[in-house]
């Protein structure tokens, strides 16, 4: 069975600096999506980047952008030019090929003004 | 357009009752989720379902039922709740049409229900 694998349970960053979230996944499969999701207090899950594994490029949206290494099962988020709105806890998640969808245990991150 | 419908949005059961938590969505999703998430955790896959007819389990289903009678609804049912269940539940829908076809295909959550069970 898949895994995905935060080890940061929490970080804290200067507001306008660069954070990197880290996320590693165990699978075997050679085809599949990996996501980044975003819960603000709010408790609304938002999508935030996603990439798929038969991709090399990597994935950019606006201010985030991920580090994606397919043979180091790897997909790491960085976050430029923090905002004070970015504060939330973020998700990792992996859809298999049999459609299932599971995430890791989350990063909560802070902003700091 | 509502997205993604959760009721009751609150729940609290005693131990041994059961409950139906609903989720209909109307976007025509063919896939649609069931998580829990414990406090300061991340989310558990219960149940998922691929279509109308189609179910699957996930990571955690021991304790819970689903059943996928029409594209929009995807009931989660709870048998003889145990305080082990006290979570908050998520429901979940997303179009997602064919690995060889590029889609922007993303999760649409629901605003979640709040179950304890004393």
């Known amino acids: 069975a898949q895994t995905v694998t935060q080890s940061q349970p929490e970080m804290s960053v200067q507001e306008a600096e660069t954070v990197t979230l880290s996320c590693t996944y165990d699978t075997s499969e050679s085809d599949y999506y990996l996501f980044w999701y975003k819960q603000p207090p709010s408790r609304q899950m938002i999508l935030v980047i996603r990439?798929?594994?038969?991709?090399?490029q990597n994935a950019t949206e606006n201010r985030f952008s991920v580090n994606f290494q397919k043979a180091a099962k790897s997909f790491s988020l960085k976050i430029s030019d923090s905002q004070l709105g970015d504060a939330a806890m973020y998700f990792c998640a992996y859809r298999s090929r049999d459609d299932k969808i599971i995430f890791g245990k989350g990063t909560r991150l802070h902003i700091l003004p | 357009n509502a997205g993604v419908t959760q009721t009751p949005k609150f729940r609290i059961l005693k131990i041994g009752q059961s409950m139906t938590l609903q989720c209909t969505q109307d976007m025509n999703h063919n896939y649609m989720y069931w998580y829990r998430q414990d406090p300061g955790m991340g989310l558990k896959l219960i149940y998922y379902s691929v279509g109308a007819g189609i179910t699957d389990k996930g990571e955690v289903p021991n304790g819970y039922n689903v059943s996928r009678s029409t594209t929009e609804d995807f009931p989660l049912r709870l048998e003889l709740a145990a305080p082990s269940q006290t979570s908050v539940y998520f429901c979940a829908s997303s179009y997602f049409r064919d690995r060889e076809i590029p889609t922007n295909e993303k999760l649409f959550f629901g605003s979640g229900t709040q179950l304890s069970v004393l």
């Open positions: 990439q798929e594994a038969y991709k090399q």
